[in-house]
Structures are given as structure tokens and as C-alpha cells.
């Protein structure tokens, strides 16, 4: 018998990231390659306590079907922290709970993607959302960056000359994979570009709580005069991602179509984790939590960048994130970071090639690093075997450097 598949599967590939995740597994790797919060910084006591008091107190509720919307409480919660922390002005009205911000990004592509539409994206960005978005059938375009944010000459040419933009996608504090985060002058530059061409923005936001230094910025949610924006975040990088609970936030008339399309995918997101969130936020300081984070991930940031100043070649480039979890590096041309990847996996050492976040190719000398998972000695020994081996990869010109 011969099955036939729809055609969007022909898109569809398996992640480069979970095929080397499944290496990670071994005890002995040293993985920069997943973008994996630190366990030891799951407050697992507390969510037992909690656990215990969603279930004695409300287990009927917790255990049983829900509004499409998501737990009112945790809406109001988010809503809350949303306009405290990045000048937005939304209530839990706006705010639809998703089964981690994944579920958004596919549902963004099922709203707003007919196949041979456009997304104009960074160059490069998260590969996941290449992933979920590619299933609809979209051509990316992509929009260089210059260190503060889109390129918008590069951009406004783009809406220009393509004649069917659908969606812009952006990542604008500590973007997956770069660690870039947006100047507040490029956010208020981009959102005038945006309002005058009226196109719908995703702006992914799961990093941004998580800033080392200097002041937070205002989200472009905050600066959207004509309701063009869907904010979408989660819990998973702030707290504990294997609740899978994450939040998008809209203007009505475009909420109530996302809200069409989670009846149709899973009906609810799940009671029990939304309430266990919202005892926890309400039972404990989250913002300490949050805190403990940002001092844990900026020391291990700044081993990373020191081992990486001390041991890499001046032929190799990497950015300084101020926040998030990642930072990117660029090999010379003539490398290929998959090829350098093999090599890597022998000396028990993991990152995620950078061609991945790239949809329409290229970028094969680029490459990830997570610096949020691995301990302080681990990163040290880590960057040392991947100095080691890209040292050895060197052409005799970059190598006498």
C-alpha cells in the first residue's frame, strides 16, 4: 500500500538540535548545544509544597478540562508582569496561555502563512521557529543585522519589493542564536517602519527577563500604535520548562483567531501546570527566582567569554551577549562548523552548527554555544577541547595569527 503525505511534509526535517541532544545524553559530553536552563536552579521543594496545595485545595479544577484561554489568575499574573517589566498595556483580556511559546509560533504560521507567502526574519534566527513556521509553505526573506537589531534600510526594501509579506519575525532581546539584543532606538525605528506598512510582527520574547546589565528596554508590544504586534513568551527559560506553559498576548480581533485555533489543536493547555504557576507566583517571590537566574547564567556568561577571549584564535569572532542564554561565533569561511561538529563529538564536547538558523542556507561557519547549562568548570573545559580542535582545523595563514 502506498501512503501519501501531505505536501508540507516535504518541508519538514528532522532538528539538528534534538539529533545532537541525543549525543548530549552521554555523562561525560560537554554540551554548549541545547538551549537548556540549569536544573540545579529548579525550585523543587517549593513545587512540591505547591503540587500538594493545587491538589488539596483545587484538584477537581486542576485535574479537569479548562477554557481554551488558559487559568484567569495566571492571565492576570502575566498580564501584570508584561506591563511592568516592558511597558506594555495589556490585561489577561489579551493574554491566550500555550502549551510553551512553540505552540504560539505554529499557530502564528496557521494564522497569517497561505504557502508562497512571505516572513521576513533576521539573519540569522531561531531555528524552531523556521521549523514551525516552514510547515505552512512560506518563502523567508531574510534581514541582515548590524549589532543593534535589524538592518532597516535592508528591511524597508524588502517590504518594498515583495509583495506579499505575511508576518515579520524578530527576537529583539538576546536573540537565539546571536545573544543580540535590539537598541531602543532601532525598536522605536522598526515599529515606525511597521505601523506605516501595517505588517503583523511576532516578537518571540523568552529571553528577555533575563538581562545582566544595564536597563530592561520597553518591548515593541509597547510601541504598537496600530495593533500589528503578537508577544509571545514563556515560563520555560524563567522557571521550569517542563510545565510546557508559555503565553502569547493580542489585540482582540486577532486573539480571538488564535483562540479559534487552540480549540481546534488541543482545546486547553494544561489546568494543573497553569495553577501551579499561579500558587507558586503568589506563595513565593518569583522575582528572587528570576534574580537567582540572571546572577547563576551571568557568571557562567562571563567564564565563557574569558575562556573564549583566552583560548580562541584571532580568526575566530563571538559575540557578548548582555542577557539570555547563547552567543554565536564565526569561523573563518573556510570552515565548516558541521564537519567541526564530528571532530567535537569525539572529544566529548557539543554545539549546534549555525547553518540551522539560517532557512535559506548558508552560514556553515557559524556556530552556537549555550553557556546556561553546563557549570563553571565544565564550560572551562569545554571551550578548551573546541579552542583545541578549531586550532587544529586552521589554514597555516590563520594559524601563524
Not at 532597516?152 to 542564536?177: G, S, T
Not at 516578537?203 to 500589528?228: C, H, I, V
Request: glycine letters at 6%; a negative charge; hydrophobic letters at 40%.
Amino acid at each position: 500500500m502506498t501512503i501519501k503525505f501531505a505536501k508540507r511534509m516535504n518541508e519538514l526535517k528532522a532538528s539538528e538540535i534534538r539529533e545532537i541532544l541525543k549525543l548530549t545524553q552521554q555523562k561525560d559530553m560537554i554540551s554548549f548545544a541545547g538551549g537548556l536552563p540549569a536544573p540545579e536552579a529548579f525550585p523543587i521543594e517549593a513545587m512540591k509544597v505547591v503540587a500538594e496545595k493545587v491538589l488539596t485545595e483545587h484538584g477537581e479544577a486542576a485535574l479537569q478540562y479548562s477554557t481554551t484561554e488558559g487559568y484567569e489568575p495566571l492571565r492576570q499574573k502575566i498580564a501584570a508582569r508584561m506591563n511592568r517589566l516592558f511597558q506594555t498595556t495589556v490585561d489577561e483580556s489579551n493574554v491566550l496561555i500555550t502549551c510553551g511559546s512553540q505552540q504560539a509560533l505554529d499557530f502564528s504560521g496557521k494564522l497569517f502563512l497561505d504557502e508562497g507567502d512571505v516572513v521576513l526574519c533576521e539573519s540569522p534566527t531561531y531555528l524552531a521557529a523556521i521549523s514551525a513556521l516552514k510547515a505552512y509553505g512560506p518563502r523567508f526573506r531574510e534581514i541582515a543585522g548590524d549589532g543593534q537589531g535589524m538592518i532597516l534600510k535592508e528591511l524597508e526594501k524588502a517590504l518594498e519589493e515583495e509583495k506579499n509579506v505575511r508576518m515579520i519575525y524578530v527576537i529583539p532581546d538576546f536573540q537565539n542564536p546571536t545573544g543580540i539584543s535590539w537598541s531602543l532606538e532601532r525598536r522605536q525605528d522598526f515599529m515606525e517602519l511597521v505601523n506605516r506598512y501595517e505588517i503583523p510582527v511576532i516578537e518571540d520574547n523568552p529571553y528577555g527577563e533575563l538581562r545582566f546589565e544595564e536597563e530592561r528596554l520597553p518591548a515593541l508590544k509597547s510601541m504598537d500604535r496600530k495593533n500589528l504586534v503578537v508577544y509571545t513568551s514563556t515560563f520555560s527559560k524563567t522557571f521550569c520548562p517542563g510545565l510546557r506553559i508559555g503565553w502569547l498576548a493580542a489585540t482582540p480581533d486577532i486573539f480571538s483567531k488564535y483562540v479559534l485555533i487552540k480549540q481546534g489543536a488541543d482545546l486547553c493547555t494544561s489546568m494543573r501546570s497553569q495553577m501551579e504557576i499561579a500558587e507558586y507566583m503568589e506563595s513565593y517571590d518569583f522575582n528572587a527566582n528570576v534574580k537567582g537566574l540572571i546572577d547563576l547564567y551571568r557568571r557562567r556568561r562571563d567564564v565563557m567569554v574569558d575562556m573564549l577571549e583566552q583560548t580562541m584564535p584571532a580568526a575566530v569572532s563571538f559575540t557578548r551577549p548582555g542577557g539570555g542564554l547563547f552567543l554565536w561565533v564565526e569561523l573563518p569561511d573556510y570552515m565548516d562548523a558541521l564537519e567541526l561538529l564530528s571532530i567535537c563529538l569525539q572529544q566529548k564536547v557539543a554545539f549546534i552548527p549555525g547553518a540551522s538558523f539560517f532557512p535559506n542556507g548558508g552560514g556553515k561557519n557559524t556556530l552556537r554555544l549555550n553557556y546556561s547549562n553546563m557549570t563553571e568548570e565544565k564550560i572551562r573545559e569545554g571551550i578548551k577541547r573546541l579552542a583545541a580542535v578549531i586550532r587544529s582545523q586552521l589554514k597555516a595563514a590563520d594559524a601563524s595569527i
